[in-house]
Structures are given as C-alpha cells and as structure tokens.
C-alpha cells in the first residue's frame, strides 16, 4: 500500500553513525503520543522517506536498509498507520462481514474461509454480531459504512428497507450469503431454505416416514425451512390425523436445550411421530439425549434429520443425518467476488446458488 510521504530532511545526517547500536532514544511523538515514523528511521538510521519505502514498498530498497528498517520497527514497537495510507489510496484493505451470532458453528467455516482468502491477498477481515433482529443489524451497518471498508459481507438477505438504501447508496460492494433472493443488493452466495425443506421432506417420505414433524429456531431462515418442509410434507400425506405438520419453535440461536424442550412439548401434545426435522444439528444433539431419557431408539422409533453438518455430527451415536451446505466455498466465493469488485474487475455471475447436500448416515 503506497503512502504519500513528502520529502524529509535525513535525520541520520543529525545523528551519529552509532545510533543503531546504541540505546533507543525517544524520537518525536504525534499528537496521541505514539511513536511516529520518525522515530523508526532515527533507531534504523536512514531517512523517513527511506523507511516509507521500506514498510510499503519493501522492493523498492535494498536488503540491508531493510533488514535495518524491520529491525528498529521490532525495537520500537511501532506499528504503521493504515488509515493514512487508506486515504491516500482509497483503498482501506478491509472488509467487514455481519453473521447473526459469532458462537453460531454453522457459520464458523464461512468465517474462516472467508479470512484465509482475503489474507492471501492483504485484505483483513472484520467481524461483527448483529443477533437476530433487524435493528441490530441497522446499527451495525451505520458503523460499518462510516468506516468505507473495501467490501461488506452479510449473512441473509433479509434486511430493513432503510439498510437496503444506504448499503446501494454508499457505493460499497455488497455479497449477501446464506440465501437466494431474485432481488439482491448487489452480489449474492447462497442456497434455497424452502429447496432445503422440501428435499428433506422427500427424503423421510422414500424411507417410509408418515408421521413427521419439525423443532425450528424462531429465525426467518429456519422458520422458511421448516415451513417448506410443512408444507411439502403435508402434500405427501406425512401429517396427522387432521393433515397438519407440527412445528415447535425454540429460540435462535438454538441449543442442545432447546432441542431436549422442543421433543417434550411434541410429545406432551400426545403426537404420533416416527420422524423430526431439527433446524440444527445442536438441536438434534439434544433430541437424541432427550430421547434417550424417554427410551426412544433413533431411529427405529424415531428418524432424525438436522442442518449443518457440524463435525461432531458423523461421530455421534446414532451418526447424524443432517443438510450439509459448503461454508467454505460461500467465504471462499465472497471474498473474491469483493476483491474482484475492488479492482475494478466485473462479476461475470454475481449471483451464486452454491446448493446443498443431504448427508445420510445412521439416524434415519
């Protein structure tokens, strides 16, 4: 990253040829009283201008001022300012992603994809929590469009109409993921909730599951899951007596408790059930302890299909048949659709359905 740095009068020509080997001595300090750059060059014994080339063009000067420069840069603990360098350039070398809640796993793949590919290229990646609730969400872009990242990466593409305005408005590039939508803000990487709840609706119905059911989180991607999967089951002649599908609804983000809460409240309503749709594997963990309590056998008495595909998933006992959606190929293609984007390059297809995998092991 380049910085526009004026020509500067060699402080090595105001101190002795031993400055580098002699104890730091302290320099000027800026006006928050950190060190400056100044300070760097004096400990290294070259010019400002010497040492600027040295942090953000290091090819640009020869091996030893480097090493010279590197070395008094670790002595002094001075750290390069980069927003400088990003007013200079335009260019912050940052993106900003929003998931819902940063102790999700589910989104933990996207996350780490999404970092391994931006450093690969000198992004960094910030992350923020917005929960589940619009409002949240709405506070949190104000902070992050204040700041011009290089690029916003947001989980959903459910947002308020006012952030749909200012995400446009401010010029920034957008990738939504974890979703389809036919009217995107501006790039998106994701999959089918409804396409997600109907396949697995299908799934139990060709293993001979009649008597169906579904514990969702009360977010709107689980609950569209769940609905699909309602409805598509209902078709297939999967519900109760009176036709219907039943549905618990447990706080998101949803846990192992919320699972074990969520089997006793449909089992309290004196429902015949030889199958649950959990919207996450957490949940399905807790299901299966809950189960066990109760002395029902998965899945003989009662098959269970989750979303996720967590790790721990293919070593529980049942193993978990669960949704499986590729997390780092979402991160993966949203990272270079942003760096794309911030080279000036065009997105052919900037629209990603990524698809999804239904995993079948041994709890249907």
């Known amino acids: 990253m380049k910085k526009n740095v004026s020509t500067i009068r060699d402080a090595a020509a105001a101190t002795s040829v031993s400055t580098a080997t002699e104890p730091a001595r ?3 300090r800026n006006k928050t009283g950190g060190l400056t750059l100044r300070d760097v060059a004096l400990v290294a014994g070259v010019a400002p201008i010497t040492a600027s080339r040295a942090l953000n063009t290091p090819d640009a000067v020869s091996a030893k001022v480097l090493k010279k420069v590197r070395a008094a840069v670790a002595k002094t603990g001075y750290v390069p300012n980069l927003l400088a360098g990003a007013l200079a350039s335009k260019k912050s070398r940052l993106v900003a992603a929003v998931v819902p809640n940063l102790s999700g796993p589910v989104f933990l793949e996207t996350i780490q994809s999404l970092t391994r590919t931006l450093e690969e290229s000198g992004y960094q990646l910030m992350l923020g929590q917005s929960g589940y609730e619009n409002s949240r969400e ?33 010029g920034i590039p957008v990738v939504e993921t974890w979703d389809l939508t036919p009217t995107p803000i501006d790039m998106l990487v ?32 689980s609950l569209r899951r769940a609905g699909a999967f309602r409805k598509a089951a209902a078709e297939l002649g999967m519900g109760q007596a009176d036709g219907e599908v039943p549905c618990c609804s447990v706080p998101a983000p949803t846990t192992l408790g919320g699972g074990r809460s969520g089997l006793c409240e449909l089992l309290g309503r004196g429902l015949e059930i030889d199958a649950l749709f959990c919207s996450s594997d957490m949940m399905a963990i807790g299901v299966m302890i ?18 996720g595909d967590l790790g721990f998933a293919r070593d529980l006992q049942p193993a978990l048949t669960t949704v499986r959606v590729d997390g780092t190929a979402i991160g993966r293609t949203a990272a270079q659709f942003i760096m794309d984007r911030a080279a000036g390059r065009v997105v052919a297809e900037p629209c990603c359905d990524i698809g999804f995998t239904i995993i079948e092991r041994d709890s249907v």
């Open 26 to 28: 302290p320099g000027r």
């Open 138 to 170: 709405d506070a949190l872009l104000d902070a992050i469009i204040g700041r011009r990242p290089d690029g916003i990466v947001l989980t959903g593409a459910l947002h308020t109409e006012e952030a749909r305005r200012k995400l446009k408005a401010s």
């Open 190 to 221: 994701g999959f089918s909730h409804e396409q997600i709840g109907i396949a697995v609706a299908r799934y139990l119905h060709a293993a001979g599951r009649r008597r169906v059911a579904t514990i969702s989180g009360d977010d709107d991607r």
């Open 290 to 307: 809950e189960a066990a309590a109760r002395g029902i056998a998965i899945p003989s008495q009662l098959a269970l299909i989750s979303f």
